[in-house]
């Protein structure tokens, strides 16, 4: 049996278990075995019956001395009943509504009991435990126990036999290179799943552990390296640095640069004036003024007749960047373009729109200078004289390729400068942005009011009611977040207090006809079609809409000063970090804002994590605080950034991202296209594609 073939392929699973399988993203026999424990119960102390001396949690073995089964008369239940002798004495265990375990067991078998005891009157039982018959290698006792993530139907007992069976069959294909295991005393990749599955001791599984966490950290720095070194053999256009044009017009601005901007727009001026090609990330809290920053730089690009192009994530978003643009260019003879899926227009002194043929062929001819727009931009229809500068605000990755496209010269790629709002911690940057240059602006403009953040009591629900409609009156509008679209969206989160969870369309319905009959109201969420939803936006941008009910997608960055207050419900279920990009959707102007935290579940801890927010406006601090307690599955923008779901590593082990990264590097350093080592490549080039498609 190798990787790569399917689960079917291992013995009793069937049709019906691979599409349960599927739902836990396992397909091959690859997956199942990199699919594992999140934790292990310890029934490696196999004790004698008359060291359970009270209730708690052990694993003892015996001889079944009587075996049976009853049925309640109350409450009609199956009531199985063991009693288990070694030399030392005897102890009883029960199974509620199990009457299959007598078929499975006989008097007079030895087995192994683990699990939880408890007192039955004077007597104490295990109940409902594991059993297995003894044998040198137990599986479910007697051992450190695997337990997995499971899915309806697919149980942790029954997993540990598949892995089991899977384990015993497979022929394991190391792909770490032999230097790389040693140098690191990294544990084989056989016995290293052996032990992840089955570990023989905590030591043995710390060493599995360790060597899985170590693979995807190498895993990815190679591919972060290897990306930096195909850009590193491309070159772009050194562009002049034209001081006293662009001094005399940071001077025209209406307001004056912090220190951290003017920083940022020289470094990236400088890195526009190399060859190498510039490839920086612009990090920033919503309203720190990146876009100005970018548009100097632009500004400078179109000095030397270059173009720049500007990709934003929506339309919404583009046409908001084409405004700002123009208005702050609108003295300089620059033409500015917006093409997006749906707009066509020019800005040289005054807006006009354009015919999209028009525009394009003035696109080739280079007599725009930036161009703003959507995706719509790469598209294959689009043809751009020269570009010399791209700009991606809040976006995925653009590859080396899609970037070569846009340069006529060969081996050519514009500069590229990404910008976003999202806090990456440094330990995941270093990881997973290696390939990129880090600029971070942390101050915020002068004047900027403090944003008020409370978090509410279920008791004040009526006076945050009272609030909106006093700010609805001074003509101040606000956002209302809910977690979820509508009741019973999603099988797998009703359990638990989902059932509490605020809908969108609940809400908007309730606040709409109960709350706010006075006011005008209005919803989006993802369900809605993609024009009704820029409609609605819209409409609360121009102050039609007084309070915008909404699930979590409205985009970072849009700009609506007029918006004061922004209530989160079910704040609990939202990250910190998701918390600070709502909560910077608001205080966007000189009126004071607010943000109003309404939990739902009476869950202390995840009230205890809402307070870090009231405490701190840093969105660094909160990204900190929630990749350690959520891990980094819950960033934001973390998935979108083309991060993988990491499994193992630790990104706060400093010292082994450290290891990993120079371990990588001396291998790409000798071997830049891994051609010696084409297992490794293979994994890579598998891993890498993963990485893009999450
Ligand atoms: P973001 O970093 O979120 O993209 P923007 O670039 O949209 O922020 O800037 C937010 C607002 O702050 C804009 O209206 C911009 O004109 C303004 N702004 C930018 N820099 C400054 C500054 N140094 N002082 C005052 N206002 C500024
Ligand atoms: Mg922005």
């Given at each position: 049996m190798r990787f790569s073939d399917s689960v079917r392929s291992i013995p009793h699973v069937g049709k019906k278990y691979q599409k349960k399988l599927k739902k836990l993203q396992i397909k091959t026999v690859k997956d199942l075995l990199y699919h594992f424990p999140h934790r292990y119960e310890d029934f490696s102390d196999v004790v004698k019956t008359n060291e359970i001396k009270g209730e708690g949690e052990f694993c003892t073995k015996g001889k079944i001395a009587k075996l049976s089964t009853i049925r309640t008369k109350k409450k009609k239940m199956y009531l199985t009943e063991a009693r288990i002798e070694d030399e030392e004495g005897e102890i009883r265990a029960i199974w509620f509504n199990q009457p299959y375990i007598e078929k499975n067991l006989d008097e007079g078998d030895h087995i192994f009991l683990a699990g939880k005891t408890s007192f039955r009157g004077r007597k104490l039982y295990f109940s409902n435990p594991s059993y297995e018959k003894v044998s040198p290698n137990p599986t479910h006792t007697g051992r450190l126990v695997?337990?997995?993530?499971?899915?309806?139907?697919?149980s942790s007992k029954w997993l540990r036999h598949i892995v089991q069976r899977a384990l015993q069959k497979i022929q394991v294909e190391e792909f770490l290179p032999q230097e790389i295991i040693d140098d690191n005393n990294l544990l084989p990749l056989s016995k290293a799943l052996n032990q992840i599955h089955f570990p023989d001791s905590k030591p043995e599984l710390n060493k599995a552990q360790e060597r899985f966490s170590f693979e995807e950290l190498f895993k990815l720095s190679l591919i972060v390296l290897s990306r930096k070194m195909s850009l590193l053999r491309k070159k772009s256009v050194s562009i002049p640095i034209k001081e006293e044009k662009i001094k005399s017009f940071v001077q025209s601005l209406p307001f004056e640069l912090t220190q951290d901007q003017k920083?940022?727009?020289?470094?990236?001026l400088k890195d526009l004036?190399?060859?190498?090609?510039?490839?920086?990330?612009?990090?920033?809290?919503v309203g720190s003024g990146k876009t100005v920053v970018a548009v100097i730089a632009a500004l400078n690009v179109s000095f030397s007749n270059l173009q720049s192009a500007f990709m934003a994530p929506t339309e919404i978003l583009a046409q908001q960047h084409f405004q700002e643009v123009s208005k702050l260019l609108k003295d300089y003879d620059i033409k500015i373009g917006l093409?997006?899926?749906?707009?066509e227009k020019l800005f040289h002194k005054k807006e006009k729109e354009i015919k999209r043929s028009k525009f394009l062929k003035k696109l080739k001819e280079g007599e725009i200078d930036i161009v703003i727009?959507?995706?719509?931009?790469?598209?294959?229809?689009?043809?751009?004289?020269?570009?010399?500068?791209?700009?991606l605000d809040e976006q995925h990755r653009f590859g080396v390729e899609q970037r070569a496209k846009l340069c006529k010269q060969e081996n050519y790629v514009p500069h590229l400068l990404s910008m976003t709002a999202t806090p990456i911690p440094r330990s995941l940057a270093l990881t997973i942005y290696g390939?990129?240059?880090?600029?971070?602006?942390?101050?915020?403009?002068?004047?900027?009011?403090?944003?008020i953040t409370k978090l509410v009591n279920p008791k004040e629900r009526k006076e945050t009611y009272n609030f909106i409609r006093n700010e609805a009156k001074k003509g101040h509008q606000t956002f209302v977040i809910c977690p979820r679209i509508e009741a019973g969206e999603d099988d797998e989160d009703k359990k638990g207090d989902w059932n509490n969870v605020k809908t969108v369309k609940e809400e908007y319905n309730k606040l709409d006809n109960e709350i706010f009959p006075d006011l005008k109201v209005g919803i989006i969420h993802g369900q809605r079609k993609t024009k009704k939803k820029e409609k609605t936006m819209n409409k609360f941008k121009k102050g039609d809409l007084d309070i915008l009910v909404s699930t979590s997608m409205i985009e970072v960055g849009i700009d609506v000063p007029n918006a004061t207050i922004m209530v989160v419900e079910g704040a609990e279920r939202f990250g910190l970090s998701q918390l600070h990009q709502f909560r910077g959707r608001v205080g966007r102007s000189e009126h004071q804002s607010y943000c109003f935290l309404l939990p739902t579940s009476k869950n202390v801890k995840g009230k205890e994590r809402l307070k870090a927010l009231v405490e701190s406006e840093d969105g660094f601090e909160l990204a900190?605080?929630?990749?350690?307690?959520?891990?980094p599955g819950d960033l934001t923008g973390f998935k979108q950034w083309g991060a993988p779901d990491l499994k193992m590593a630790s990104l706060k082990d400093q010292e082994q991202v450290?290891?990993?990264?120079?371990?990588?590097?001396?291998?790409i350093q000798k071997d830049p296209d891994l051609n010696s080592y084409p297992d490794l490549k293979e994994e890579i080039e598998k891993y890498d594609k993963k990485i893009h498609l999450e």
């Open positions: 695997p337990v997995y993530p499971e899915t309806e139907g697919i920083k940022a727009a020289w470094r990236v004036n190399s060859e190498r090609p510039m490839n920086r990330l612009l990090e920033g809290d093409l997006t899926g749906k707009d727009g959507t995706h719509t931009l790469i598209a294959d229809k689009v043809e751009f004289n020269e570009v010399g500068f791209v700009i390939d990129l240059d880090l600029t971070i602006i942390k101050e915020m403009p002068k004047g900027r009011k403090k944003i900190e605080r929630d990749l350690e307690l959520r891990g450290q290891k990993a990264r120079e371990s990588a590097k001396e291998l």
